[in-house]
Structure formats: C-alpha cells, structure tokens
C-alpha cells in the first residue's frame, strides 16, 4: 500500500462549478501536507500547505486536513479553465528535519470546460 | 533570478548510451532533489542531497548515480540508459528555512530507445 493514495480521475467539470480534490494516507507522522498544481509538461508548482489539521483558504481555493480521518481535502470555487491541471497531494513526516522528504500522491487529473 | 534549471529538456538515447542530466538552483538552498514521474506513477523520488557533499538514495535509485558538485548543482547520471528510464525527470531544490517547500525545475523528457 502507497503511503499516500490519490485517485488519479480524470476529472471534467463545467467552469463555475466546485472542484474537490482528495488524498487519504497512513503514515500518522504526516505533519505538513501541500498541494501541488501542474500545468501539462511543466514543473510541479506549490499551490497550498498546512500544518496538521485544519483549514486554510487562499482566494478560490480551500485546503483542509483531518488528520484523524486521514484524510485531506483541496477545494476550488468558481472553477475557471485556467485551473486545468494536474493536482498532485504530498506530504512530509519532519519538520526539524533538514531532508524534508515530501511523499506524493499519484495526481489528479482536473478539466474545466469553459 | 532563475530558480531552478534543467539541461537538457529533451533527450533521445539509445539502450546502453550514457547521459548525465543537470539540475542548478540560485536560491542559496540546502537541500537537492531527483523525482522521476511516470504516467499512473507520479513523482518518484531518486536520490537527494540534503546538503553539500551529502547524497542518499530515494525510492527509485537503481540505475542512476549523483553528484552534487557544489551548492548550487546536482547532477543525475545514468551510466548504461534502459527502455525502464525513459520518463519525465524533474530536480527540486528546499530551504532550510521552509522544510513545506520544495521548488521544482522545468523537467527533462528523456527517451531510451
């Protein structure tokens, strides 16, 4: 079993419409949790993080993160088609750790037809 | 200010050739990375450097060889290229500072014939 399991989709929805992205894990030292967005044949980009549980929001976007449930949540409001990407989960056990080994999930696939 | 950059973007090799691909960063950061990112897969880590003059293997480190030459560079190697590495290959770098954060560079699409 992936330490970090994320359901690769794909994932089409209107524009306008609320996007939720999800990742489960099974490493209960997971502190740090992030989501990446990836635009086709480009890097990897850092979109949001959080540390433990809770919210945080930035704009349209919403990440949330049950660390009793383990479970993490990426939500995105008014969906536009500039928001067409790849959306990668990751995570890391140690934050004194000088390695900061992020563990990914396999990517979700996201369209939004305008 | 650059960030990260990769050479080459685009290799072709055949079965056997060797190639060493090259990662820099200029944000003065600790810590260096090699991902490799397949179709189904996503990023799978290779080897890292968590400071200079330190490497240890990743997940995926049969095949390659680093070196990370100076702060600022960390090459990946691959002695005798096989069809099992053709894939995307991205290098990250993190500050100390900032353990949440890895920057990532443009990739380089490798293909072994």
């Known amino acids: 079993q992936k330490e970090v399991e994320q359901d690769p989709g794909p994932l089409s929805v209107p524009e306008g419409a609320i996007v939720s992205l999800n990742c489960t894990y099974s490493?209960?030292?997971?502190?740090?949790f992030m989501w990446y967005r990836q635009y086709s044949r480009k890097g990897p980009e850092l979109l949001m993080y959080t540390y433990s549980s809770g919210n945080k929001e930035d704009g349209r976007f919403t990440a949330q993160v049950d660390k009793s449930s383990k479970y993490i949540s990426l939500f995105i409001r008014d969906s536009q088609p500039s928001d067409s990407a790849t959306y990668l989960c990751?995570?890391?056990?140690?934050?004194?750790?000088?390695?900061?080994?992020?563990?990914f999930g396999r990517g979700t696939q996201l369209t939004v037809w305008p | 200010n650059a960030g990260v950059t990769q050479t080459p973007k685009f290799q072709v090799l055949k079965t056997g050739q060797s190639m060493t691909l090259q990662c820099a960063q200029d944000?003065?950061?600790?810590?260096m990375y090699w991902y490799r990112q397949d179709p189904g897969m996503g990023l799978r880590l290779i080897y890292y450097?968590?400071?200079?003059?330190?490497?240890d293997k990743g997940e995926v480190p049969n095949g390659y060889n680093v070196s990370r030459l100076n702060k600022r560079e960390f090459s990946l190697r691959l002695e005798s290229a096989a069809p099992s590495q053709t894939s995307v290959y991205f290098c990250?770098?993190?500050?100390?500072?900032?353990?949440?954060?890895?920057?990532f560079g443009p990739g380089t699409r490798l293909l072994v014939l």
């Open positions: 450097s968590a400071s200079e003059g330190t490497t």
């Open positions: 990250a770098s993190r500050s100390r500072l900032a353990e949440e954060t890895q920057y």
């Open positions: 490493n209960s030292a997971f502190q740090y």
């Open positions: 990751a995570m890391s056990a140690t934050r004194g750790s000088t390695l900061g080994r992020l563990y």
């Open positions: 944000m003065n950061h600790n810590s």
